[in-house]
């Protein structure tokens, strides 16, 4: 291609080829700047790792079998687009001998994310983007979705890969000790004090810090950490020596932190440093589409862990599931799945839906009928009727208080007072 008269406006590869994959390829095209042309990576697995994979190293996007015409289409067209534009930038780097990069290393595994629903293929891409920068980022959602995770994958597809991953749980910290577990502290800072101790922040130089429930710090903390990020230097508690420390920051919360400001609750300066980039995980009931291969993979593992023979869902038991919402996430769904094989016991070769709801299993299965229902109605009944149903749970679990439905809910009183109307909800 390089010297050639060949000058493609796209570049399609497949993942699986005959002599090297399409992410070798894809490799070779970045390191030996054989074009500039937007590439499409083609897969017929939906596998996170070579997704992110495939992001990081320069993708313009990358698209799972089988193949939606329409979808390709309008991807061709904005890559091509993107071609037009860059051609003149293009032709000023081709005067430029070809610098290759250095080998880049395989990413780990071992924190592999799961899901093929388009949700978190786009999750997938967005984490790929992001390894490749060494922007701070914000991951939002629900408890349970495993927002520890995305920070993980970051982490293990970024030049960093090799270096600290550093994780703290905010919420977890005494407002006493959050200083100290943060920055450090010099022998003698205060009693107890026997020798000095380096903090996350230390720990995790030249790698990645991870801070969970970032949402939960004191407004002293706020403080003291704003002027971390803002200087990436810092004193330890009781020391007068600067330390400067080389860091890429991650933070995670299950609340809503825009929101968390306009309350007052949380500094406005410090949400922005956080959040250079946000990326917002759905939850569970947002892509039940992956609950089968999670299933599949929490059940495998959890007949591992316990040395237990492998076991497998009845149908009904997996109807059940892909209509269930989840308000413990991924993390529920894994509970459930490790409980019901455990207490199946080893004869139990299929596991029921009493096996995971217990008692509550008629329940489920009634709420799954009525979720069924939805899909029998004309487009605009369906919405409507599932509008009413959100509402009314929403009611039910706030015990009548409409602020408070109006907020789990996520929208203004206004709309609900008029939504409550509408469905004739009192």
Aim: charged share 30%; proline share 4%.
């Amino acid at each position: 291609m390089r010297g050639g008269s060949l000058t493609p406006d796209v570049v399609f590869l497949d993942v699986r080829m005959p002599k090297l994959d399409g992410l070798e390829v894809l490799r070779l095209i970045q390191e030996e700047n054989l074009t500039s042309a937007p590439v499409i990576v083609i897969s017929a697995f939906g596998d996170s790792s070579k997704m992110i994979e495939a992001m990081r190293l320069g993708a313009y996007d990358y698209i799972t079998k089988p193949l939606d015409l329409d979808e390709i289409v309008a991807i061709l067209h904005r890559a091509a687009e993107q071609r037009r534009l860059s051609r003149a930038a293009e032709a000023a780097r081709s005067l430029k001998e070809s610098e290759s990069g250095d080998e880049i290393a395989a990413p780990h595994n071992r924190f592999e994310m799961l899901g093929t629903s388009r949700a978190m293929r786009d999750i997938f891409k967005q984490i790929g983007r992001l390894a490749a920068t060494d922007a701070t980022v914000l991951v939002s959602g629900e408890s349970g979705t495993g927002k520890e995770l995305v920070a993980r994958a970051i982490h293990n597809h970024s030049a960093r890969s090799q270096k600290p991953f550093v994780a703290v749980n905010c919420g977890a910290l005494p407002e006493n000790l959050i200083e100290t577990e943060l920055f450090g502290h010099e022998r003698g800072a205060f009693t107890g004090a026997e020798r000095q101790k380096k903090g996350r922040f230390e720990l995790a130089h030249t790698g990645t810090l991870f801070l969970d429930e970032v949402g939960e710090l004191t407004p002293g903390a706020q403080v003291k950490l704003l002027r971390a990020l803002q200087e990436r230097r810092f004193e330890r508690v009781g020391g007068t020596e600067t330390v400067s420390v080389d860091v890429r920051v991650i933070a995670a919360s299950n609340r809503d932190i825009k929101q968390e400001v306009d309350e007052k609750r949380f500094r406005e300066d410090l949400y922005y440093r956080l959040s250079v980039i946000e990326i917002s995980l759905p939850p569970l009931r947002a892509r039940l589409a992956d609950v089968p291969q999670l299933v599949d993979y929490f059940l495998e593992r959890a007949a591992t862990r316990h040395a237990l023979s492998p076991k497998v869902l009845s149908d009904e038991a997996m109807r059940l599931l892909v209509t269930y919402d989840f308000p413990g996430n991924v993390r529920e769904l894994e509970n459930m799945i490790e409980r019901a094989v455990i207490t199946a016991g080893a004869p139990v070769e299929v596991l029921s839906s009493a096996h995971l709801f217990g008692d509550g299993a008629q329940a489920i299965s009634n709420e799954a009928r009525i979720n069924q229902s939805f899909l029998n109605l004309p487009f605009k009944e369906a919405v409507a009727a599932l509008e009413r149903e959100l509402i009314r749970r929403a009611l039910e679990a706030s015990g009548g208080n409409r602020a408070e439905a109006a907020r789990r809910l996520g929208i203004n009183r206004r709309l609900l007072y008029s939504k409550l109307e509408e469905h004739d909800l009192h």
